[in-house]
């Protein structure tokens, strides 16, 4: 099938170039020309671990093409996929549509033939319709059908979860959107992935649900942790004893200093709001937004602690940038508020990402206390404490040989071994232990 996908970020990127691979013809277009041009040239704007791999094959078998500019491609295919952003709206929380509706404004205006415009976005309950109605008074002539394909992927392993996913959802309201949706993804269905079809509205909320589900998890399993410290339990063990239950199941059970990224903190604001719209009670939620904001405060104020009360003049090595491993992205990462709090409190804050420092230099711009490098050791040297704040593998098989003995090691992602680090004569905290 020929697929438009506009938004060429992470899930339209990895959508696009996934799409291609299971044999569609596909055309991501992006108004960042800049986006463009790198794609046009083979280079990925993104880090996204075997995406790069994928796009050169999809590009050499003529699998798919990029533009900005979709007016002018628009009526080469039937179906287009919205993969924009829709972040938060930072007076009420509620999710920013703007991007969603210019771009369905732009297919009401270049739009000629039928044509299917299906949310891969996370869109609140309600925009399906929301989106017809803009179509049909944009352009009133025009034959269309709307439909929800919410985006599951995680940054670091997307090309895995978009190629196996748990399941696909896909909301539909007529018989040739369903019919259509099926042929996308029987590549994928024919191999045992189950996809399972509801009305748009239910597969806007199933995204928001299973974000906030989450989300609820990993605020959870912090506030454990913080009893662990407190009653001399162990948190790592009372991990697998509640997780192999398989009622509660063992993932999202690893504290560490809050959720952060592109979609946790504001996917949860955004059902909050969809709630109070509603006049529908979600004071679960209203808790969990609540203890994540103020674990990331608490982790600073552990530094604190555990560095004599104060870390003013004290050098603190701050590993990992990214709001989690295997990714550059750095939206509302924990480890940058880290950062920026403990430069506030005066500290010399050395810091180091394999992939998000870019990133982090742009988003934090000049600040006298906090310095950049280009590998661990270097961030580390001569640092009174050095602090894990993101989960790359490389901060596991740290070489400890090569740090300053008596150093203190504060591992927020739980990634070292106590024992080990210890009898290497390290001062080591983590988090929910001993
Ligand atoms: P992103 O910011 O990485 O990418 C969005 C892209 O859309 C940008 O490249 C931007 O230039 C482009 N864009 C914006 N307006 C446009 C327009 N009018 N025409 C053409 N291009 C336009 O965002 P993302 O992280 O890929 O997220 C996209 C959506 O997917 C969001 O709703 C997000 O919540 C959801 N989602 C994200 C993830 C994730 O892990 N990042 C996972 C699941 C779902």
Redesign the pocket.
Known sequence: MKIIV???????LVSGVCFAKIGHEVIC????QN?ISKLKNGEIPIYEPGLKEILIEAVKNKKITFSNN?SEVINSAEVLFI????PQNEIDGSADLS?VY??AT?IAQYATGYKLIVT????PVGTGGEIAELIKKNNSNLEFSVASNP?????GMAINDFMEPDRIIVGVNDDRSKKIMDEIYAPLTSQDVSLIFTDIPTAELIKYAANSFLATKIAFINEMADLCEKTGADVKKLSIGIGTDSRIGEKFLNPGPGFGG??FP??ILALENIAKKNNSDLSVIQAVIKSNDTRKLNMVKKIVTICDGDVKDKTIAVLGLAFKGNTD?IRYSPALIIVCELAKLGAKVKTYDKEAIENTKKELGQNTNIFYFNNSYDAVKEADAIVIATEWDEFKNLDLSKLSKNQIIIDLRNMLDPNKVRKAGFKYFFIGGK
């Open positions: 506009v938004g060429t970020g992470y899930v339209g277009v992006d108004h960042d986006k979709l993969a924009v952003g829709t991007f210019a771009v732009e891969k976005s996370t869109v985006e599951f992927l995680r940054e592109s979609c504001k996917d992205d």
